[in-house]
């Protein structure tokens, strides 16, 4: 089956510490499976996706008014949006963008490689492990190590994974649901991390079940895809992260990538 075409195609990276399922995220969105047992990523692995973004499909499906994903918020669905002959507009034509996602390394022993993969990035998931406090410490560095290097209008979500370990729980001598203890830091924490360090948003998802991993990567599509209308990227500048591709854009230059929409690839086997 050929893969849908796209106007626009942007890069993503997934960043932060080891072992808080970035690969595992990367593979929920591109293949739709959750695999338990993963190694370590070495280097950048690479995974892509084409979703629909702006109206009519974003007016059906999104809320704009929402300001954060709660835990128990559904995760939207990209592939086969849902049609409302009412509320879509006969003459507007659908635009897509192909996500170009690179998931890095986040073991110290690979940072020099891995952070020159920051450059040319229009979008990020700062991702940490809610049942790891060390990990949500540690994203202030790695905010600022992508500030650094990234270009300023870069779009940052922060993410806590793991949501399946920390949600009610029933115990088998009780009819009442608790807490898991496993949680390290809280939502309303997190939240305003976020809100103090200039990121778009926080997002609480679980890669294991897929709650919120479609939500996540298309809150930053849909971020990129306004910022292109509000004229804030050279379509024709590699540097900006986002290019131009087919009817309704305005670049000519086509882009080559590997033809394994829907998989994740290893980039670079070692360092």
């Known amino acids: 089956m050929s893969s849908p075409p796209w106007n626009y195609i942007a890069k993503l ?69 849902p049609t409302d002959s009412k509320n879509v507009t006969a003459i507007e034509e659908q635009q897509h963008m192909k996500l170009s996602l690179w998931d890095t390394a986040g073991q110290e022993i690979y940072k ?32 600022n190590d992508l500030r650094a290097i990234a270009e300023p209008d870069i779009v940052v979500i922060l993410v806590g994974n793991k949501l399946d370990c920390v ?10 649901s608790s807490k898991s203890d496993k949680r390290e830091v809280t939502f309303a924490e997190a939240q305003e991390w976020a809100q103090k360090n200039g990121v778009l948003q926080y997002v609480e998802t679980s890669a294991k079940s897929g709650e919120n991993v479609e939500a996540a990567f298309m809150r930053v599509a849909e971020r990129i895809f306004e910022n292109i209308n509000a004229g804030k990227y050279d379509l024709n500048d590699r540097r900006s992260g986002v290019k131009g ?15 394994n929409d ?7 086997g070692c360092c």
């Open 13 to 81: 990276v997934c960043i932060g510490d080891s072992g808080c399922g970035k690969s595992s995220l990367t593979i929920r969105l591109c293949e739709g499976r959750f695999s338990p047992q993963h190694d370590v990523t070495i280097g950048v692995e690479f995974g892509s996706r084409i979703v629909p973004v702006g109206p009519p499909h974003s007016r059906i499906t999104s809320n704009p008014h929402s300001s954060s994903l709660e835990p128990k918020d559904p995760s939207s669905t990209i592939s086969n949006p």
């Open 112 to 143: 020099s490689v891995t952070r020159s993969y920051f450059r040319g990035a229009s979008g990020a998931l700062l991702v940490f492990d809610i049942t790891r406090r060390a990990t949500f410490v540690h994203a202030t560095d790695w905010l």
């Open 167 to 176: 949600q009610l729980e029933t115990t088998p001598d009780s009819s009442s």
């Open 245 to 259: 591709h087919g009817p309704g854009t305005t670049a000519t230059r086509g882009v080559k990538l590997s033809a």
């Open 262 to 268: 829907g998989r994740v690839s290893s980039v670079m």
